[in-house]
Nanobody, 123 residues
Framework: VQLQASGGGLVRAGGSLRLSCAAS????????MGWFRQAPGKERVFVAS????????RYADPVKGRFTISRDNTKNTVYLQMNSLELEDTAVYYC?????????????????WGQGTQVTVSS
């Protein structure tokens, strides 16, 4: 599975962005998917995950109520809709494919990673 993340950019606080992660390979529809982010000088952390059928979305507490993860298996794409963006959301965002059909908050449960897309939130 190869993953290509896109949709990042510069946005003002309170604005919105939608990230996309396009996957190649037949395994995509069988894998849970996740989004992680890494801010400058910090470790990569979990943001959101979703199961292979598009159910069981999970979110990190800082993004609950603001971010929505979804997927379209017909397009081999997973999305992260980000609303009410805050300065603290500034980071490189990575999509990842899980080893199993369900998502996880543990990065060790993912074996394929995209290259990352930069999200910068300004005041």
């Amino acid at each position: 599975v190869q993953l290509q993340a896109s949709g990042g950019g510069l946005v003002r606080a309170g604005g919105s962005l939608r990230l996309s992660c396009a996957a190649s390979g037949r395994m995509f529809s069988n894998n849970g998917m996740g989004w992680f982010r890494q801010a400058p000088g910090k470790e990569r952390v979990f943001v959101a995950s979703i199961s292979w059928k598009g159910g069981e979305p999970r979110y990190a507490d800082p993004v609950k109520g603001r971010f929505t993860i979804s997927r379209d298996n017909t397009k081999n794409t997973v999305y992260l809709q980000m609303n009410s963006l805050e300065l603290e959301d500034t980071a490189v965002y990575y999509c990842a494919a899980a080893r199993r059909p369900y998502g996880s908050q543990d990065s060790n449960d993912y074996n394929y990673w995209g290259q990352g897309t930069q999200v910068t939130v300004s005041s």
